[in-house]
C-alpha cells in the first residue's frame, strides 16, 4: 500500500498570487510606500528647486562661484541616484529604475554645468 503526496504545483502563477496576499495582508506595507513617496518627493522638489538656484547664484556670482557650480553639478547626479536608493530600499523597485534612469540621464547635464566654471 502507498501514500500519495498530493500537493499542488509550484507555479510562478501561483508565487505572484501568495506575495500579492502577503503585501496585502502587511499593515506596515502602506505605511512603507507613504513614507518612500514621500521621501522622494521630497528629494525631487529640492532637487528641482536648489539646483536652478546653485547653477543662478553660481553663474551670476560676483566672481562665478566655482565652487557653487561644483556642487550644483555634483547634486545633478546625486540627488536623482539618492532618491532611486531609497525607493529600491523601500521596496519600490519600479520608482527606483525609474530614478536610476533619471541619474543617468542628469550625467550630461551635470557636465555641462561643471564646464560652466
Known amino acids: 500500500m502507498t ?4 500537493r499542488l504545483p509550484r507555479t510562478a502563477q501561483g508565487f505572484a498570487e501568495r506575495m500579492a496576499y502577503a503585501c496585502q495582508k502587511d499593515p506596515a506595507e502602506i505605511a512603507r510606500r507613504v513614507r518612500v513617496r514621500r521621501v522622494v518627493t521630497a528629494l525631487t522638489v529640492g532637487w528641482a528647486v536648489i539646483v536652478p538656484i546653485l547653477i ?8 562665478r562661484e566655482p565652487e557653487i557650480i561644483s556642487i550644483a553639478a555634483l547634486l545633478t547626479v546625486t540627488l536623482p541616484f539618492l532618491a532611486a536608493v531609497i525607493a529600491t530600499h523601500g521596496r519600490r523597485f519600479g520608482l527606483g ?10 550625467v ?8 560652466l566654471r
Not at 529604475?97 to 542628469?106: F, H, N, P
Request: glycine share 10%; proline share 3%.
Open 97 to 106: 529604475s525609474a530614478y536610476v534612469i533619471l541619474t543617468l540621464l542628469m
Open 108 to 115: 550630461l547635464p551635470a557636465i555641462w554645468v561643471a564646464q
Open 3 to 6: 501514500t500519495e503526496d498530493v
Open 56 to 63: 543662478g547664484y553660481g553663474v551670476t556670482g560676483r566672481d
